[in-house]
């Protein structure tokens, strides 16, 4: 069993940045792979980013390349995504996510478990 708690959302104006931390709990966090996703309402939840159990490896979509940065701490068994440039189009409910595979790569997952969730809001 896996517990994900995300913080870290919040309101931002356009071009502000925002960093959102996921806090893992219950299993030895660097065994697993874990991914960001986000979703907007009225659309479908989508992947932003995917981080090796290492951290060596980060994975992004394309309409978030370049401004968002994965990275993740294994000693305080947290994950973090840094959002950079924000867009209004970047307004979603954002959650983490844990890939207990060990399988390398799998951008879209399937993901094991998931956090509850942090709004982050940006203005225009």
């Known amino acids: 069993q896996v517990q994900l708690v995300e913080s870290g959302g919040g309101l931002v104006q356009a071009g502000g940045s925002l960093r959102l931390s996921c806090a893992a709990s219950g299993r030895t966090f660097s065994s697993y792979a874990m991914g960001w996703f986000r979703q907007a309402p009225g659309k479908e939840r989508e992947v932003v980013a995917r981080i090796s159990r290492s951290g060596g490896r980060t994975y992004y979509a394309d309409s978030v390349q370049g401004r968002f940065t994965s990275s993740r701490d294994n000693a305080k068994n947290t994950v973090y995504l840094q959002m950079n440039s924000l867009k209004p189009e970047d307004t979603a409910v954002y959650y983490c996510?844990?890939?207990?595979?060990?399988?390398?790569?799998?951008?879209?997952?399937?993901?094991?478990?998931w956090g509850q969730g942090t709004q982050v809001t940006v203005s225009s």
């Open positions: 996510a844990a890939d207990l595979s060990g399988v390398e790569g799998r951008f879209r997952g399937p993901y094991d478990y």
